[in-house]
């Protein structure tokens, strides 16, 4: 897939994904609803807010990073718009539990961080790796 149909398939993914949110949101009672509406609900927030700072995301990169290439620029946006999604669903999920509270917002965004640092410098171990097995081969 070109990055042209990628990003026309997170567009409209994420307008529909919006659109069945909006539906969710407007037409189902949360109190007399069942788990499985009540999980339509976040899963279909999920998608929007993964598609949009998707979007959002690589576009920034686009235009700041010139000397990343393109698919390195995508997976770190959609990796990180993965996140935010989680952040948002998950801190929804628990306040509509009433277990939300600053710690456990501060310590679940501290645990993405370090599985976010983890990734980077594991794409940085893999570069450098790279690069001395380049320079010992020559």
């Known amino acids: ?5 990628f990003i026309i398939s997170m567009i409209i993914g994420s307008i529909l994904s919006l659109f069945a949110w ?3 949101l407007l037409f189902i009672n949360p109190t007399e609803s ?3 509406l009540m999980l339509l609900f976040y899963f279909s927030l999920g998608l929007t807010v993964l598609g949009f700072f998707t979007i959002f995301g690589f576009t920034i990169r686009k235009f700041s990073s010139k000397k990343e290439p393109v698919f390195g620029q995508v997976i ?3 990796r990180q718009a993965l996140w ?4 948002v669903v998950v801190s929804l999920f628990l306040q509509s539990k009433g277990l939300l509270n600053w710690i456990n917002e501060i310590l679940f965004i501290l645990a993405l961080a370090l599985i976010e640092f ?3 410098s594991t794409k940085s171990n893999e570069i450098e790796s790279k690069r001395s097995t380049d320079l010992h081969s020559n």
């Open 76 to 78: 770190v946006s959609f």
């Open 84 to 87: 935010i999604s989680i952040v």
């Open 22 to 24: 909006i539906v969710v």
């Open 34 to 36: 069942g788990p499985v």
């Open 118 to 120: 983890f990734c980077l």
């Open 1 to 5: 897939m070109n990055l042209q149909k």
